[in-house]
């Protein structure tokens, strides 16, 4: 049962973003940004049968970070340090089952800014019974004929406590091993205060209204990175 739900959601999320992508190329006088992010998400619960709850719908996450540029940074300018950035170099997830890489999420509301470099008060999975699961990532996909590549990155999060748990912010975390300047007088990342300085902030969104979570209750939520001509 849990399988067949699984597929239903990951069919919907994707579907749900061919859909927006192909309303917004039919519609007259829109010119699509060259590099887009997109967040949404889906709550289903199994406390009687498998069925999904609410859909967020596409939501435009204008999120990313100066963290974000200088990931680039390493790629174009040729920095010798290593940065694993979200996923592995042969396309596994880096942050798997660990909850402070990759999608987190939190209870915070601060003001956003492109120098933030941690969520306000990100949840811990072990004090508040919310599961973290495997984190994944799909892509790049190319789709509507070549106009649109998609990168997904896909994480659940089960309530297996008593209580509904109120989700009003989500981040994007990296990860790097280095943290000193890359060249004179220079220091790209603004590295977790939270989490360590192998943690980078590469996004962040506030969820309003907030998400809440019902016991049994699972929220699955998905970014797609993608770039557009």
Not at 202 to 220: C, E, G, K, N, R
Request: hydrophobic letters at 35%; charged letters at 15%.
């Amino acid at each position: 049962m849990m399988s067949a739900l699984n597929e239903l959601v990951d069919y919907a999320l994707w579907s749900e973003l061919v859909q927006h992508l192909e309303r917004r190329k039919r519609t007259v006088g829109y010119r699509r940004p060259i590099v887009d992010l997109k967040m949404h998400y889906i709550v289903t619960d199994t406390k009687k049968y498998p069925k999904i709850v609410k859909r967020s719908g596409i939501r435009n996450a204008h999120s990313l970070t100066a963290n974000f540029l200088s990931l680039l940074g390493y790629g174009w300018l040729g920095y010798s340090q290593t940065y694993r950035g979200i996923f592995n170099a042969n396309g596994s997830s880096y942050a798997g089952t660990n909850a402070t890489y990759g999608i987190v999420v939190g209870t915070g509301s601060q003001a956003k800014s492109v120098l933030l470099r941690d969520l306000q008060n990100p949840i811990s999975p072990s004090s508040t019974g919310l599961s973290c699961g495997t984190e994944s990532y799909l892509g790049p996909v190319v789709i509507n004929n070549n106009t649109s590549a998609v990168l997904r990155e896909i994480r659940s999060f089960v309530n297996n406590g008593t209580t509904s748990i109120s989700l009003s912010e989500i981040g994007i975390y990296g990860n790097t091993n280095y943290s000193g300047a890359l060249i004179s007088g220079f220091n790209p990342w603004a590295t977790s205060s939270k989490f360590g300085d192998d943690h980078v902030l590469l996004a962040y969104d506030l969820l309003f209204p907030p998400v809440v979570i019902q016991p049994s209750q699972t929220v699955t939520f998905e970014y797609d990175w993608i770039v557009n001509v």
